[in-house]
């Protein structure tokens, strides 16, 4: 069901907009744009106007605004033969600059240090909006509808934000989830699988080295017996043997040691070397008796071996690599377990979060609702007097098959300028002159929020009394604002304060715009000239008439 907001006939025209604090724009310098060779131009407050004939380049002072506002650069805008295109503009004692090379290049500048174009383009837009030709035709896009009713909404629209991403994360989660079950039902069996066996053996960091060690021993322990038989015997067990031979060399010194003091000091050590030989012969005795073969520990060290090299082949090379591995697929176990139980409690956190999405899309909706009614009859007051008196407007949100990223519901902007017309949507009833009128309304209401204002052909497609309503409404806008527009009506340029010539002509073979301010006389033959196509007596009465009619009259 859609929701209107409709605009109450306003009884008077909306005020004039605020003052808006900060720096106009004082002066504008370009060099090697299109047709441009030199250009200098010095600006003041109140309502600019540049006319020209038709292809005279009246736009290229917008472009090169445009520049300074970040718009994309094109090397077809370089002058013909030229290195680099290069605009500068002054905002009181604050200068920025862009500069763009035959390659493409681009150098911002923002009081001669070198920035980036983001933030040259931010540091503009806090300075100056402009209103391209294209402008109104962007009131068309549903988006661009719903943005103006948005603009003064911006805490609603970051709950709503939030809310909507939360949901939007854990729908995807679960999607994720249920699309993965099966590959995740084949992961896990793989790394349960792993870590079995693994845990099976139960690797212990350093053991292999102490187990080839055994494995050595116990292998050749026919080898160790035998030798040390064999030592027994040299040592005590033969006829001859090594214990005997240090007794006997032990008794030997008996005598002399009772007179010679040396003697006795290696009686002495004769014995103690005497006593650790007996020590040995008993090791080895040890050995030699207690070495016969044990095939079970033989194949118990064996057996061990082997399972850990098997591990190292599989999940290696080294024994610490295994056991990292085995810690690695415990963590991925423990996730993909979580994966499963989430799967299975996930389905009630996005019907939670759903509901938190439609609780703060219908407070987003009832902000929506609120600001459209005040909104539109402001719009309303300031279209009628553009010459459309039966005109009305109004928002209307249409609810959504579901919540998107904008909210619960559609905003579309519903227009008639002719009474007993039914509202449609603008899109499908404007005019081109219509659509103009609409969109210099808005940028009064919500779009003039810089110190400059730039309207490049707003007056496309009207004429006669709306053109004059038109005027007025942008010389009521330029009471606080710096208004420029670029214009191919008389009857705009005849409320301006400040009037600028677009010419063309040839030099050295070669295109050249110029610009110059026109002084009373010299814009009385333009507007002369933009209401008839000449200068003649006519003409020049018809224009001084204007003016009369506008703000002054030229004295010539």
Do not use: C
Not at 33 to 58: M, N, Q, Y
Not at 196 to 204: K, L
Not at 217 to 240: P, S, V
């Amino acid at each position: 069901m859609t929701r209107k907001a409709r605009a109450a006939r306003p009884a008077e025209a909306a005020p004039p907009p605020a003052p808006v604090a900060g720096p106009q724009l004082s002066r504008l310098e370009v060099r090697h744009l299109a047709t441009i060779r030199d250009l200098t131009l010095d600006f003041t407050g109140g309502f600019t106007v540049f006319t020209g004939e038709t292809g005279a380049g009246k736009s290229i002072i917008v472009d090169a605004l445009g520049l300074l506002l970040g718009a994309r650069s094109n090397t077809d805008l370089i002058r013909s033969g030229e290195e680099h295109l290069l605009v500068t503009g002054f905002w009181d004692e604050e200068a920025a600059s862009r500069k763009v090379n035959a390659q493409g290049r681009s150098t911002a500048r923002l009081d001669g240090e070198v920035v980036s174009v983001r933030e040259l383009q931010d540091w503009a837009q806090q300075r100056l909006t402009i209103h391209w030709q294209h402008s109104a035709v962007s009131l068309l896009s549903p988006a661009n509808q719903r943005a103006l009713l948005d603009k003064q909404l911006p805490g609603d629209l970051t709950a709503y934000a939030t809310a909507y991403r939360a949901w939007q994360d854990a729908r995807t989660r679960l999607e994720t989830l249920r699309a993965s079950q099966r590959e995740r039902a084949r992961q896990l069996d793989l790394l349960q699988f792993q870590a079995d066996e693994i845990a099976e053996v139960n690797p212990q960091a350093g053991e292999e080295e102490p187990l080839q060690a055994d494995l050595g021993r116990l292998a050749n322990l026919d080898t160790i017996a035998q030798g040390a038989a064999g030592a027994l015997n040299l040592i005590t067990d033969g006829d001859e043997n090594a214990v005997g031979f240090l007794a006997e060399a032990v008794r030997s010194l008996n005598a002399g040691a009772r007179y010679d003091p040396t003697t006795a000091a290696l009686q002495n050590e004769l014995r103690a070397a005497l006593e650790s030989i007996q020590a040995v012969a008993g090791e080895l005795r040890g050995v030699a008796d207690d070495n016969a073969p044990d095939p079970e520990e033989l194949a118990r060290v064996e057996a061990r071996l082997g399972a850990l090299g098997k591990l190292r082949t599989k999940y290696g090379p080294t024994l610490e690599d295994v056991i990292d591995f085995h810690a690695q697929v415990e963590q991925e176990l423990a996730a993909l377990t979580r994966d499963e139980q989430d799967a299975g409690t996930l389905d009630h956190e996005v019907e939670r979060l759903h509901g938190d999405v439609l609780s703060v899309g219908r407070s987003l909706d009832a902000a929506r609702i609120g600001q459209a009614g005040p909104l539109a009859a402001q719009l309303v007051a300031i279209i009628r007097e553009l010459g459309m008196p039966h005109a009305r407007l109004e928002f209307r949100l249409h609810p959504a098959p579901e919540p998107t990223a904008h909210g619960l519901s559609d905003v579309t902007l519903h227009f008639t300028a002719n009474p007993g017309e039914d509202l449609a949507p603008l899109a499908d009833v404007a005019s081109g002159g219509e659509l103009s009128r609409v969109m210099l309304a808005i940028s009064t209401v919500l779009g003039a929020d810089t110190p400059a204002v730039v309207f490049d052909e707003v007056d496309a497609g009207i004429g006669g009394s709306a053109a004059i309503a038109v005027a007025e409404q942008l010389r009521r806008l330029a009471r606080t604002r710096q208004v420029f527009v670029v214009t191919h009506l008389a009857q705009i340029a005849a409320r301006a304060d400040h009037h600028y010539l677009v010419t063309k002509r040839i030099e050295d073979g070669r295109t050249v715009s110029a610009v110059e301010r026109l002084d009373d006389a010299q814009r009385l033959d333009e507007i002369a000239r933009m209401l008839s196509g000449n200068t003649s007596d006519a003409a020049r009465s018809h224009a001084r008439e204007l003016l009369q009619g506008s703000a002054g009259v030229p004295s010539t």
